[in-house]
């Protein structure tokens, strides 16, 4: 059974540039769930798909937006990115009503 | 609202030495609670979790939680520790099923000397 992978592992981009990183789930799961992990910091809840629809969102900003596919695969793109936007961003599943999270091993971003 | 305290940033042992990492938290609805591992560099690794029924949770490599609804915590432990238990852990909440958002705490290292 495969788990959940994230692409790519590291990314360097610029201030005001735009990002996409992308989450396959673990097979038969079909809630995905993104997460910011600053320096030293345990991880943020950023938003949460179900079923290709938004099931919820954090305190993140507009430009912070995402997508889920028919085979639940997910993107998370950000817009006019900010020096504070370097952080691992973890993506987890789940299947469906049950509440345990599993996570890939995350995306690098830095922003210079 | 829902949230988690890790009490200490940083936990020091010894090789064989137990380990208690502490976690309390806060919600308005019965919790669902977590423990996960972060090895560096790497993503977050489900240890345990306490969900309804039996307080006393086993997970892997030898870890256990209690739940204790009374005191609001969640407290991890292992009898004893080994030099590949070092490592980041975070406690985490949810309030129920359905919506399942993680709400997570500050983090725990975990030293474990020789």
């Known amino acids: 059974e495969t788990g959940v992978t994230q692409s790519p592992t590291h990314l360097i981009k610029t201030r005001g540039q735009q990002v996409t990183l992308r989450c396959s789930s673990q097979?038969?799961?079909?809630?995905v769930s993104w997460y910011q992990q600053a320096l030293g910091q345990g991880p943020q809840f950023i938003f949460q798909?179900?079923?290709?629809?938004?099931?919820g969102r954090g305190n993140f900003p507009p430009r912070f937006s995402g997508l889920q596919f028919p085979n639940y695969s997910s993107e998370l793109n950000v817009n006019a990115l900010e020096l504070d936007d370097s952080a691992l961003y973890l993506c987890a599943s789940s299947p469906g009503q049950d509440n345990t999270q599993y996570f890939g091993p995350g995306t690098r971003l830095t922003v210079l | 609202a829902q949230s988690v305290t890790q009490l200490g940033s940083h936990v020091s042992v010894s090789e064989g030495a137990l380990v208690l990492l502490r976690c309390n938290y806060s919600?308005?609805?019965?919790?669902?609670l977590f423990w996960y591992v972060q090895y560096p560099n790497q993503g977050l690794q489900l240890l345990l979790k306490y969900t309804t029924g039996a307080t006393l949770v086993k997970g892997i490599n030898g870890f256990e939680a209690e739940f204790k609804k009374s005191e609001t915590s969640f407290h991890l432990t292992k009898p004893s520790a080994h030099m590949s238990d070092a490592a980041e852990y975070f406690c985490?909440?949810?309030?129920?099923?359905?919506?399942?958002?993680?709400?997570f705490g500050k983090g725990t290292m975990l030293l474990v000397s020789p």
């Open positions: 798909y179900y079923r290709e629809e938004e099931n």
């Open positions: 097979s038969g799961h079909n809630t």
């Open positions: 985490a909440v949810s309030e129920g099923s359905g919506y399942s958002t993680l709400t």
């Open positions: 919600s308005s609805v019965p919790p669902y």
